[in-house]
C-alpha cells in the first residue's frame, strides 16, 4: 500500500488485550492479512490496554491515562487497524471526550479491519481460501457503534470455497458485553443459549465475527456443549489460503 509518490503508508496494529493475552493468532492474521495486501505494518511495543473495562465499568480517570497512550503511540501512523470493534469503538466515540483531543490523528486514524479492509483499502476479495460451512455473528459495538454492516460479510463472500450461512436472530447480543457477563450472571447466560441455538441451526462448523470478546463467550458455551462448532476470527478466516491454510490451533 503506497501513497500518490511512492512512499510506503505505515500501518499499526492495535492488537487489543485479548489478541495479545489468549489469542494471538487472530493479531498474526491481521498482519499476516494486511501485508498480503500490500501493507507495510508495525506493532508499537508501547501499545496498551485502550481502557474500555475501566471506561464501562465507572473508573474514567483510570481509563483517561491509557486513552492518552494510545493517542500519542499512535500518533504518527497512516492508519491503525484492530480486529475489534468494541476497542475500535471505545477508540473513535470515547475518546474524542475522556481525552478532550476529538482531532488528535490517532483517533480519526483508527479502523476496525473489515472497515479498513473495505473502505481504505477498497477491496472485497482478499485472496482468501477456506473450505468450511461459515456463520457470522455481527458483534454489538461493530453493528451498533461503528456501524460497519455488510462490510464483514461482503469479504466473506468473496472466500473461495466458504459456504457462508445466514446466522438467525443474528443481530441480537450473545450476552458477554465485558464485566455484564460476570455481574449479571443468569441473564448473560440466557442470552447466551439464544445465540448458541441460532448458531447450532445453522449446522455450521464455525462461528465467526470481528471481535475475540464475543468468540470467547460464543465459543465457551459451544464447546462445553461438545458441539463441535469451532469459534474463528474473521481475520483468520480472511488472512487463510490454499498456500497458508487455516490450522485449528486452539
Not at 505505515?10 to 498482519?31: M, N, Q, S
Not at 500490500?38 to 490496554?49: D, H, K, R, S
Not at 500518533?75 to 471505545?90: E, I, L, N
Not at 458483534?139 to 455488510?150: A, D, F
Amino acid at each position: 500500500m503506497r501513497t500518490l509518490d511512492g512512499t510506503a503508508v505505515r500501518v499499526a496494529l492495535f492488537a487489543t488485550c485479548l489478541a495479545d493475552t489468549l489469542f494471538p493468532e487472530t493479531a498474526k492474521a491481521t498482519v499476516r492479512l494486511l501485508e498480503r495486501l500490500g501493507c507495510v505494518v508495525e506493532f508499537p511495543q508501547a501499545q496498551t490496554c485502550c481502557g474500555q473495562m475501566h471506561f464501562n465499568t465507572g473508573y474514567r480517570e483510570q481509563a483517561r491515562p491509557l486513552a492518552d497512550n494510545y493517542t500519542r503511540v499512535f500518533a504518527s501512523y497512516d492508519a491503525v487497524v484492530v480486529p475489534s470493534g468494541s476497542c475500535t469503538g471505545m477508540v473513535r466515540e470515547v475518546y474524542p471526550d475522556l481525552t478532550g483531543s476529538p482531532n488528535s490523528p490517532a483517533i480519526a486514524r483508527t479502523y476496525e479491519l473489515s472497515e479498513f479492509l473495505v473502505d481504505v483499502l477498497g477491496v472485497t476479495d482478499v485472496g482468501a481460501y477456506f473450505p468450511h460451512r461459515v456463520t457470522y455473528h455481527p458483534t454489538c459495538h461493530s453493528l451498533r457503534m461503528l456501524g460497519v454492516g455488510e462490510k464483514p460479510l461482503r469479504l466473506l463472500q468473496n472466500v473461495r470455497g466458504l459456504d457462508l450461512v445466514e446466522l438467525p436472530e443474528a443481530d441480537s447480543c450473545c450476552g458477554f458485553g465485558g464485566t455484564f457477563a460476570m455481574k449479571n450472571a443468569e441473564t448473560s447466560t440466557a442470552m447466551l443459549g439464544d445465540k448458541m441455538s441460532c448458531v447450532l441451526t445453522t449446522r455450521a462448523e464455525v462461528v465467526t465475527a470481528g471481535d475475540s470478546s464475543c468468540l470467547m463467550h460464543i465459543g465457551g458455551g459451544l464447546s462445553r456443549l461438545r458441539t463441535g462448532v469451532r469459534p474463528v476470527h474473521l481475520a483468520e478466516i480472511l488472512a487463510s489460503t490454499e498456500e497458508d491454510p487455516w490450522r485449528a490451533t486452539r
